[in-house]
């Protein structure tokens, strides 16, 4: 369903209700006008908050403090965040339409009538809601029920959710603020990581047979297939959302389960990460020139860590018509460049499975000067690194929380990469997602830089550019010798050097002071910078930026 900005509805506000649960005067109003006319034409206006009456209110929860409120399907849907002061635990609430006993008949009558035509619609392609709006005037009609407007957008609004949209997970689906969505059984609370409260529970429940009929749906609809004899799939939705599926107790002794990591329509942009304190402008510059410079990355952190977000982040300081190709399990990485290619890997399609490990040789072969790979995990990670070694620029991520635990992961099984092709990688990301000042915080703990293997104990020689201060939430910089490599290979002396990575900061000060965080206006700054540094930076000057450092 098109989604509505809170701006063209009201506000959510509460409402009284009579004892059934529905709105005031509703249900007299529904037994007077839902009749039965017999070859009647329905005629429905386009919702309009002015004149027509509220579709969903709430009366907030006993006990519990509202604390936020807001649209995610206006004027269909909206979330309240309740706080419990005796629990000190917030609870997240889905607002919907209530449906009177008679619009609930209604409905169930239509979700039958209404699949199959609609299956078979031609247009239902073109435009699904268009086709569902059509179908169910003609099943009105069909029925002679002559309804209002609120009711017809009541009963479209839960069709729409169940055939087009994801069910009762829709408008969590369309919260903005949530990154996952889990449900670990039959009666039991989905739970959703949200932006700014963590880890909250919901007032979304599936029953057993609801639960696997929509695990069976989530598979369908990545084009994938999900049985008691293959119980567990991890797959893509259409929208590019992570999800993970177990159907039944084979598996899992609770029943069927889900889980669901979102995927962002809008990417981070370094903007975001400084906006977010992940990072500092200083490593932000650091990391800028190295990806210039064409220094290979590694990115490492634990589950949500946020690594492949901020692997995608910096990307945008890939310089404007370098050929870039992507290679991923499953699509997270959006680029706003012009010589971008993009692959995903296809499995359990007997031998037809392309894994990363073929995507990467493939790769090769068009002659990219920047790989960026999904995640490292098994034999993919030779050829990863042999491309390192053969000039080719590479990020990735791996799941490790500390620089040592990365090399012990490259040098060990499954991965096994000879130690002396480890010292092609340049720079070591770890991120961390921790606690700072009570809040749950995601921190680029270690910049760490591989200056090759140590000649005396044949070990690894690594040095640590900027760590991360968890008490003062600050970071500390080091000297860098990757810098250093730089400086001499772009002829610059020493003053050169700082005032280039003053100039990075200062870029980029200005950008997070007019709130650039689009992808796309972002990399169009840095690929006017990239064209005419000095001209950018005289603008900046013109504009009297102020640095607070770092």
Same mark, same amino acid.
């Given at each position: ?23 005031? #005067? ?22 309009? $908050? &002015? ?6 209110? /709430?009366?907030?929860? &006993? ?29 997240? +609430? ?25 299956? +078979? ?36 609004? *839960?069709? +729409? ?25 039959? #009666?039991?609370?989905? /739970?959703? *990581? ?68 979102? +995927?962002?329509?809008? $990417?981070?942009? $370094? ?9 500092? %402008? ?48 499953t699509r997270e990485l959006s680029l706003y460049h012009e010589n971008w290619l993009s692959s995903v890997t296809r499995e359990r399609m007997g031998d037809a499975d392309i894994t990363m490990y073929d995507l990467l040789r493939s790769a090769l072969r068009h002659r990219p000067e920047y790989i960026l790979v999904g995640e490292v995990r098994g034999e993919e990670a030779i050829t990863l690194f042999q491309a390192m070694n053969t000039g080719h620029t590479t990020f990735s991520t791996m799941h490790a929380d500390s620089v040592q635990t990365v090399i012990n992961r490259l040098e060990n099984n499954p991965i096994n990469v000879p130690r002396p092709m480890v010292t092609s ?30 000649? %005396?104990?044949?070990?690894?020689? *690594? ?64 690929? &006017? ?9 005289? %603008? ?11």
């Open positions: 369903m098109a989604r509505q900005d809170s701006g063209d509805v009201d506000p959510p506000v509460s409402r009284e209700r009579d004892d059934s649960g529905t709105r005031s #005067g509703l249900t007299g109003w529904l037994s007077q006008t839902a009749r039965a006319l017999t070859g009647s034409t329905i005629t429905v206006t386009e919702y309009d $908050p &002015k004149r027509h009456d509220r579709l969903v209110t /709430f009366d907030g929860i &006993k006990g519990y403090e509202e604390v936020d409120r807001y649209w995610v399907n206006a004027p269909f849907a909206f979330i309240s965040i309740n706080f419990d002061p005796e629990e000190t635990k917030h609870y997240y +609430y889905v607002a919907e339409p209530q449906l009177s006993p008679f619009e609930s008949e209604l409905l169930e009558r239509l979700f039958e009538d209404i699949r199959g035509p609609l299956l +078979y619609r031609d247009e239902l392609s073109e435009d699904p809601e268009a086709a569902l709006y059509e179908e169910l005037q003609a099943r009105l009609e069909e029925y002679g029920v002559r309804a209002s407007d609120e009711t017809f957008y009541r009963l479209f609004y *839960y069709l +729409y959710r169940a055939f087009l949209g994801y069910g009762k997970i829709d408008p969590l689906m369309h919260d903005p603020h949530i990154e996952d969505i889990s449900c670990d059984g039959p #009666g039991l609370p989905v /739970f959703v *990581y949200h932006d700014d409260y963590t880890d909250i529970e919901t007032n979304v429940t599936f029953d057993g047979e609801e639960l696997s009929n929509f695990v069976i749906q989530l598979a369908q609809r990545s084009g994938r297939h999900v049985s008691v004899s293959d119980p567990v799939v991890s797959t893509t939705l259409p929208d590019g959302s992570r999800i993970e599926l177990a159907l039944g107790e084979e598996v899992t002794p609770k029943g069927s389960a889900f889980t669901i990591r979102k +995927y962002a329509d809008e $990417p981070f942009t $370094p903007i975001d990460l400084l906006e977010y304190g992940t990072v500092d %402008r200083r490593m932000l510059a650091f990391i800028w020139l190295a990806i210039e410079s064409n220094r290979s990355l590694l990115f490492a952190g634990g589950t949500a860590a946020g690594k492949t977000t901020s692997m995608n982040a910096v990307s945008m300081f890939i310089p404007p018509r370098s050929k870039v190709l992507t290679i991923e399990d990688l340049d720079v070591l990301w770890v991120q961390v997602l921790a606690r700072s000042g009570g809040e749950r915080v995601r921190r680029a703990k270690t910049l760490a830089e591989i200056e090759g293997i140590d000649q %005396r104990t044949g070990e690894l020689d *690594y040095s640590t550019t900027y760590t991360w201060n968890a008490n003062e939430d600050t970071f500390a910089e080091q000297n860098s010798e990757l810098l250093e490599e730089i400086r001499e290979e772009r002829g610059w002396s020493q003053s050169e050097l700082l005032e280039e990575l003053r100039n990075r900061r200062r870029f980029l000060a200005y950008l997070q002071e007019r709130s650039v965080n689009d992808y796309r206006r972002f990399t169009a700054m840095v690929n &006017k910078y990239y064209a005419d540094a000095e001209a950018v930076m005289e %603008r900046i000057d013109a504009a009297d930026v102020e640095i607070d450092e770092p």
